[in-house]
């Protein structure tokens, strides 16, 4: 990709539209535009835009009335046609890794590997059970037809997609200022599609899980996502999240009995963070569950709770305006 000088980071989910255009000089990011848009139910469905027409009304106005002026885009999807996997192989030449990892992509992967983008991120170096040197990486493949399809979408609006990303690792590469030294943290992210579950120490990531949103609390997260939810919503939602942690924690440790988890971040876009902490503390007290506050070095002259709303939004158009 060629470098630029602003872009927009654009995230979409099944309720809404959000972006963010950022631009650096001289090593120094700002914030030029923010903004969000509400979609009609149905506009997307399954991670897929079933609704081009209300989808592109939708975009035309945050666009125009957010005063956004870039035409590169960097687009970061989370939704069920996205899988991540944290997986092992034999440790090569730097240039021979990507080869090996598309090759034997398909053994972790449970989707056709020809439906799918595939990308990865080194997560680390180690060793196996025979002392054999290993590189650790994540795995991130994409459905190839929903890919085409933001992309064919964004350009009949004149936008240029310039890179797709997971939002996620966007999300985790804003946490930094909220790690205290050599921390070993989860991330618990919550979409209206999907809850993701990432331990990370460092830069080094170290397992991933993804779930669909259980079906018997579907309601309740669609709701609490439109600013609908009812008196018990948040209570079951964070319920289950409990559970889903208490899991994802026992299954961590059994694999790590030497490095422990030592503190959970949850990310949402939501303003009732606090409250689901709650009804995950009810369920899981064994590790310490906060809410983090994002880009703390540098607020961008905006409100924090801005900054946590749209910080999946900046982590795609900075990892976008770093590369050379």
Do not use: H, W
């Amino acid at each position: 990709m060629a470098k630029i000088k602003s872009v927009i980071g654009f995230e979409v989910d099944s309720n809404e539209i959000r972006a963010v255009e950022i631009s650096r000089s001289s090593g120094t990011y700002s914030i030029l535009a923010c903004g969000k848009i509400p979609l009609q139910e149905g506009v997307i469905e399954e991670g897929f835009i079933r609704d081009a027409d209300r989808f592109n009304i939708a975009l035309t106005e945050l666009i125009q009335n957010g005063g956004f002026r870039a035409t590169d885009v960097v687009v970061g999807v989370n939704n069920e046609n996205v899988v991540m996997r944290y997986a092992t192989f034999p440790k090569v030449a730097d240039d021979k890794l990507r080869n090996m990892v598309l090759l034997q992509a398909q053994e972790f992967i449970p989707i056709p590997v020809q439906e799918m983008e595939i990308d990865y991120v080194v997560a680390g170096d180690g060793v196996n059970e025979d002392e054999q040197p290993v590189t650790n990486v994540m795995l991130v493949a994409a459905r190839r037809n929903m890919i085409e399809q933001y992309i064919n979408v964004l350009s009949a609006s004149k936008l240029q997609v310039v890179d797709v990303n997971a939002t996620v690792l966007s999300l985790c590469s804003g946490l930094q200022s909220s790690v205290v030294g050599d921390e070993k943290y989860a991330v618990l992210n919550l979409t209206e599609d999907l809850v993701n579950f990432i331990v990370i120490k460092g830069n080094e990531i170290s397992m991933v899980r993804s779930i669909q949103i259980p079906e018997r609390i579907e309601a309740s997260v669609k709701r609490l996502f439109a600013g609908k939810e009812e008196a018990d919503d948040i209570e079951q939602i964070g319920a289950v999240l409990g559970q889903e942690t208490s899991s994802s924690v026992s299954y961590y440790a059994m694999q790590n009995q030497s490095s422990p988890i030592e503190k959970i971040f949850l990310l949402t876009t939501l303003n009732k963070n606090a409250q689901l902490v709650n009804g995950i503390t009810e369920i899981f007290a064994n590790i310490p569950v906060t809410v983090p506050d994002y880009y703390t070095a540098n607020k961008f002259g905006l409100d924090q709770q801005v900054i946590n709303e749209f910080a999946g939004c900046i982590g795609l158009a900075i990892q976008a305006l770093e590369v050379k």
